[in-house]
Structures are given as C-alpha cells and as structure tokens.
C-alpha cells in the first residue's frame, strides 16, 4: 500500500530532550515536506525537501532540523524542544510537478511540557 | 504574498442538504488549487484539485471549480451524509516556488446531522 508512515503517533517531551519525528514514504516520490498544524492556523510549512542532500526552508523553519540522506526517508529534528512546538506534525509526499497532490502520513502529536 | 483564505465553521448541517464552503486566494502567476479533507484522528487526504482556470475537480460527490476572475475554489457538494463530517481545507501550490510550496486555509470544520 501506498503511505508516508511517521513516528510516533504521540509523543510526551520535556523541554529541551533532544527527539527525533521519523517519516519514511514508500511511493519513490522525489518531494517531501515537514507541516505544523495548530487551531485556527491550519497548516505551515517547516521545511522541504525536493529530493537526496536538497532541503530548504518553509514558513516556520526556527527550532526545527532536517536531513534528506535517502529518498524515502525525512526526519524531523528538534534539537532542543520548547513548549511552543506542541503541536500536531504532519510529514507529506508527492511527485515533482504542479499538478501532484500531497500523500500525508498520520501525523505526530508532540507535547513539550 | 500568497494566501488562502476559507469561511469560518463550524458549518452544521442536516444530511441531504447542500454544502458550499468559500475558498477564495491570493497568489501571483497561476497556482494549482487543492482541496484536502481530514476526519477525525488522521492525516490530511487529497479530496480534489484544479490545475488552471475553469478546470473542475471533482471526487466523492464533491466539486469544485477554478475561477481565476474570482480568484475562488468553492467546494460544493449536492447533498452531504454524515459520513462527510470532517475538517476541509483548502490550499494552494506556490507557483513562485516552483510548486513547492503548499499554502493552506484554516480549515472548515463541517458537522452533519441525521
């Protein structure tokens, strides 16, 4: 089955403990992309990546590290969590080109007590 | 810069009524335009999408149409079932970017009652 599988589906923190989000997609897709979802803001990027050893940043790229060393795989960083990170992450997939949509993975809901 | 904008929910309604949810953006050159939806407990699915002007995305009984005039990509559905009730957002690729970039509403939570 086609999916972009992330993990954990919750996590309980505390400031500062460096945590690690993984995402692994298994559609062969060039592009992935790390997204925020809060109340009444909807979606913000975090940052993307367009394919192997290329990422950039999104909107709300601070606090926040990525890597790219294989295709399918895109992890999320948090070097040093702080409580303004709980949030709802969701990482999302999709073939180069402006007509492809998004596959997104389940999402992580992170709390950073 | 570039932005989505959707009407407020929550909007509730009877099952068998009509849906109409206002999608209007703001973005320079020619943005594809998206449509996601996602229940409850889980991540976002692609319900529809358009890709230039006056295309009309369709999927499940859903619509939506590409009004570059209007600047609108309002979704509508002929008669919702509560199975429908889901948050709905709609959102933009960035053209600027290189399409790299997804730019989403809000969100508009929809509650259908039997």
Redesign the interface.
Known sequence: EAQ?TQNPRYLITVTGKKLTVTCSQNMNHE?M?W?RQDP??????IY?S?NVEVT?K??VPEGYKVSRKEKRNFPLILESPSPNQTSLY?C?SRVQ???Y???????TRLTVV | GNS?TQMEGPVTLSEEAFLTINCTYTATGYP?L?W?VQYPG?????LL?A?KADDKGSNKGFEATYRKETTSFHLEKGSVQVSDSAVY?CAL?D?TGG?????????TRLAVHP
């Open positions: 972009v592009y992309s997204y009444g803001l909807g979606l913000r990027q993307y367009m950039d999104g909107d969701f999302a080109g402006k007509a949509g998004y596959t997104f993975g389940s999402g | 989505v594809s998206f996601y889980e991540g976002l699915q692609l999408k890709t957002f690729s053209p399409y790299n970039k997804l730019i989403f509403g809000a969100g």
